[in-house]
């Protein structure tokens, strides 16, 4: 697939200003207001394509031409749903600032996003793979400790990165900046917080250098661990990514009787809509559990 145009030169300025309000006012990361202008710009270059030049004139047909177009060149359901996603809400705006008389996108239907069921760990299985991680060596601690850091506390691979020493010393709770710079408190308790101290005793000294700095997760080099190597220990110990350690803990949660409004405050999700996808994996473990238990199941 080509690479992606730019914005015509019509509507590179409310795209622009556009984005620099969502930056100032949501605190999104670069990566998610760069996915924005992709989606924003192939939208107004296939609009202006056909002969519009200006947002007032880009009407509903332009977008069902869109999603069709999106279709046809193959896009999966759930971007072509994320791209109308991102035009609806420009144009939301630009209709309140009066660029559009009104929103294209609104009434447009849009494909489905396909709901994958997050896989989850079995309890047991998880907690006999992590206590098997016993070795004393300086990268055994480090990936007992950052294995348990992710289960334990539901963690996003990034805001696990982010973590300093002075972060996890002596508390209980941990203070994490999410999406959006939204901020949200995690409990710091059981075998995350044990597998940490071992690891801060016996384990990062061995490992770190000048260059780690606070960095509580420590490379091979003496480096701070990023996202990728993160992922690459996830991979290595558990042949998985780190997100499913993320499902695991709401998972589990659920199963033991938590209520879903805590675990959305516990993942620091915007929306419950995005915590229910849980339910659906718990009621699948209830009716597991009935038709192996149940003598007339």
Same mark, same amino acid.
């Given at each position: 697939?080509?690479?992606?145009?730019?914005?015509?030169?019509?509507?590179?300025?409310?795209?622009?200003?556009?984005?620099?309000?969502?930056?100032?006012?949501?605190?999104?990361?670069? &990566?998610?207001?760069?996915?924005?202008?992709?989606?924003?710009?192939?939208?107004?270059?296939?609009? &202006?394509?056909?002969? &519009?030049?200006?947002l007032a004139e880009v009407d509903r047909l332009a977008v069902r031409r869109f999603l069709s177009h999106l279709a046809a060149r193959g896009y999966a359901r759930r971007s072509a749903a994320r791209k109308a996603s991102a035009v609806r809400a420009f144009f939301a705006d630009a209709t309140r600032r009066g660029l559009a008389v009104v929103n294209p996108a609104d009434g447009v239907p849009v494909p489905k996003r396909p709901q994958h069921l997050p896989r989850a760990f079995p309890a047991a299985t998880l907690g006999r793979w992590l206590d098997a991680l016993d070795g004393a060596d300086p990268l055994t601690r480090r990936d007992r400790a950052l294995l348990e850091v992710l289960y334990?506390?539901?963690?996003r691979v990034a805001e696990a990165a982010s973590l300093g020493v002075g972060s996890v010393r002596n508390t209980p709770l941990l203070r994490v900046r999410g999406k959006g710079g939204k901020e949200r408190v995690v409990p710091f308790a059981g075998q995350a917080r044990a597998a940490v101290q071992r690891y801060l005793e016996e384990g990062r000294p061995a490992l770190a250098r000048e260059a780690a700095g606070d960095a509580l997760w420590v490379g091979e080099r003496g480096g701070p661990l990023g996202v990728r190597g993160i992922r690459r220990v996830v991979?290595?110990?558990?042949?998985?990514?780190? &997100?499913a350690l993320r499902h695991s803990f709401a998972t589990h949660l659920l199963e033991g009787g938590a209520d879903l409004r805590t675990v959305q405050e516990l993942l620091g999700h915007r929306?419950?809509?995005t915590t229910q996808v849980y339910t659906a994996v718990t009621r699948q473990h209830l009716r597991s559990t009935y038709d192996r238990s149940h003598p007339r199941a």
């Open positions: 697939m080509s690479s992606l145009p730019d914005c015509p030169e019509w509507a590179a300025g409310p795209v622009g200003a556009y984005l620099e309000r969502l930056a100032a006012e949501r605190a999104l990361s670069e &990566h998610t207001l760069a996915a924005y202008r992709r989606d924003l710009g192939q939208f107004l270059d296939f609009c &202006h394509r056909r002969g &519009h030049r200006s334990g506390t539901g963690l991979r290595a110990r558990l042949g998985s990514f780190p &997100h929306e419950l809509a």
